[in-house]
């Protein structure tokens, strides 16, 4: 069996609000992505059997994908599938470049929102979902790209928090 993917990140908010920040579009299309990328949010159902779907843009370059929700516990836990897709929403393989050619087709994706006193410890965990040793291992092998880019987007939304806290402070009488 290959190790999970596991990233953590202390976030400035609480967990009932780190998990609005995965709940609502509005909200998701102000952070989701990497640095340097923009987001179009094409559909989201935020329920069980729901889906979320986005391209990913930065110039020409486009990158579909979605999730596909499992469970929702809020403000706990979310679960749900991650899937690359093609502008429709069908799961697709992954590009060959640069995922390679055994990327696996989903991976089982789990987020916990956990209280850290007065802020969030995010918790990602992933894994491929029943997928081939060739994928599993390949996975496996690409965790640290997977961290840079994650690390990425949640600082992008660690950002975003600040922005919406000092907009609350501003509205203050």
Known sequence: MHSPLEITQILPASPALVF???SSKEHL???WGPEGMGI???????????????VLK????????????????????????????????ETIN???VPFGADWPLEMWTEYRFIPEGDQCLL?????PHQA?????????????NMKQGFKSTFDKLESYLKVLRSDEVS???
């Open 20 to 22: 609005e920040m995965f």
């Open 29 to 31: 299309a102000n952070w």
């Open 40 to 54: 179009e949010v094409k559909t989201f159902d935020f329920q069980p059997e729901g889906t979320f779907h986005y």
């Open 58 to 89: 930065a110039g020409s370059f486009e990158m579909w994908g979605k999730f596909t929700y499992l469970e929702i516990d809020a403000p706990n836990r979310i679960a749900l599938l991650n899937a690359f897709s093609n502008p429709e929403g």
């Open 94 to 96: 992954a590009p060959a």
């Open 123 to 127: 918790r990602l965990t992933s894994h």
């Open 132 to 144: 081939s040793d060739a994928s599993q291992k390949l996975f496996t092998q690409n965790h640290g």
């Open 171 to 173: 509205k203050k009488p």
